[in-house]
């Protein structure tokens, strides 16, 4: 049986649009902001007690993160995308269909990637272009993490179909209950204990642990509108999910090999002081996309839902939301780059022990700081075309970002501009991008999303 959705009581449907917006943002905002800062606590602690070539040998494993975490994205945007328009069509029946395939499917390719990198860590270590000198440093995370990120993985999921439920509360609850019991944990295990790269591991584990118990009270709440069940029909639908968030896919996989890209060139030009110094402005360029992939991510309940009740103009209110808030947000962060960058660099890095890695982070960060200009609106423009089921378009968006017009200028740069900063490339291609995706924008904007809904 389905229920008939009803938008004189569906706020996400008619009202004022700002608090709307907010009420979905910045719970999704301070969400990813905790899991963020959780891992940038990893960063310092590590930087810290275990020094930089931890913080290297744990950089050197981001491509396969990048990897598992993609494909469990994709289901987890693409599944949420169709059950929101399930759920503005007032069909249940489905959307918990699709949520209970999404699940199932996260749950058994987070199992496969652990196994795969039981099996296979020194291959892969290899491949990622670490030398053997720093096996054993990997080792001591890469062999706890792969089972943590089974937890991780299907919570990650399972949270983002919370939001779309009209849960956005009690997700922010687990992601920030979770990071802080990851803080604490890490101050324990890494500061106190000195448990080093294995400490950690273990504090994001049982991290995940508290995080899910959070998370799975939503299974007695008596409003959900989304059930569990393990037996499904029509798998097919898992596909057609993962190719609606096959931008997001797209992405995370992209990142990966561009860091592999520039891992390899790093290694090849400064050693591992060059890949640390990299680590630790990533750290910048990874918090401020979760901000923005937090004001994003609240755009894939608010679009899909107007979607599905064919309201393009409400779409189009709530796109003028989110970029007022991204261009805001990006000038902010420019200005905390340029005022105390150098000073983050050192949270990271003590200057009596690594003085020649944390001079070059601050020249990695003066090279870097023009991307946190535009690289919010491309992860915005882009979850607009996924939201509204322009999923080509989107993965060009989110290739061309990730992968192709990074890779092509590292490539360049280093081929023939050896004298040129490599990392020069990154801020290039996001304003490439930039351009791209507003045009895009442009051909699809919600005033010609009329037509497409009525087919």
Not at 204 to 209: E, N, P
Not at 247 to 260: A, D, F, K, Q, T
Not at 318 to 339: D, E, K, P, Q
Request: charged share 10%; hydrophobic share 60%; glycine share 8%.
């Amino acid at each position: 049986m389905t229920s008939t959705c009803n938008p004189a009581i569906d706020p996400i449907l008619a009202g004022p649009r700002w608090p709307v917006f907010f009420r979905y943002a910045l719970p999704s905002v301070a969400g990813l902001m905790a899991l963020t800062t959780a891992n940038i606590i990893d960063g310092i602690f590590i930087g810290n007690f275990a020094g930089a070539h931890a913080l290297a040998a744990l950089n050197l494993l981001i491509p396969w993160f990048t990897l598992m975490f993609g494909l469990a994205l994709a289901l987890a945007i693409g599944g949420t995308v169709r059950a929101g328009r399930y759920l503005g069509e007032g069909n249940t029946d489905a959307a918990s269909a699709i949520f209970s395939k999404c699940l199932t499917a996260t749950f058994i390719l987070a199992l496969a990637g652990a196994m795969i990198g039981l099996l296979f860590h020194e291959p892969i270590y290899r491949l990622l272009g670490a030398s053997s000198a720093v096996f054993s440093l990997m080792s001591e995370y890469f062999l706890i993490i792969i089972w943590v990120m089974v937890l991780q993985l299907f919570s990650m999921v399972l949270y983002y179909f919370l939001r779309v439920d009209g849960f956005p509360g009690l997700a922010t609850a687990a992601l920030v209950l979770g990071a802080a019991g990851n803080i604490v944990l890490d101050a324990l295990l890494v500061g106190y204990l000195d448990y080093g790269l294995r400490g950690a591991a273990i504090a994001t584990g049982l991290a995940q642990l508290l995080q899910l118990a959070v998370l799975a009270l939503y299974f007695h709440k008596p409003s959900r509108k989304l059930v569990f069940r393990l037996r499904q029909h029509n798998w097919r639908e898992i596909a057609k999910a993962f190719a609606n968030g096959a931008s997001e896919w797209i992405n995370e996989m992209s990142v990966g090999l561009v860091m592999l890209l520039i891992n390899w060139l790093l290694m090849a030009s400064q050693g591992l002081a060059g890949v640390a110094a990299f680590t630790v402005v990533n750290y910048l360029i990874f918090l401020s996309l979760m901000i923005f992939y937090g004001i994003s991510d609240a755009m894939h309940v608010l679009i899909s839902h107007n979607l599905g009740a064919g309201n393009t103009e409400r779409i189009r209110q709530f796109m003028g939301c989110g970029a007022t808030v991204n261009l805001t947000l990006a000038l902010a962060l420019v200005s905390i780059v340029w005022l105390f960058g150098n000073q983050i660099v050192r949270l990271f890095l003590d200057p009596s022990t690594d003085p020649a890695i944390a001079q070059l982070a601050d020249r990695f960060l003066t090279i870097l700081w023009p991307l946190f200009l535009v690289n919010g609106m491309n992860v915005f423009l882009s979850v607009y075309l996924t939201a509204t089921h322009h999923a080509l378009p989107s993965a060009v968006v989110a290739f061309s970002r990730s992968l192709v017009l990074p890779a092509l200028l590292l490539v360049a740069i280093a081929r023939f501009a050896p004298d040129w900063p490599l990392l020069l490339a990154l801020p290039l291609a996001e304003w490439l991008t930039f351009g791209l995706a507003l045009a895009l924008f442009l051909h699809f904007r919600p005033q010609r999303l009329a037509g497409s809904i009525a087919n």
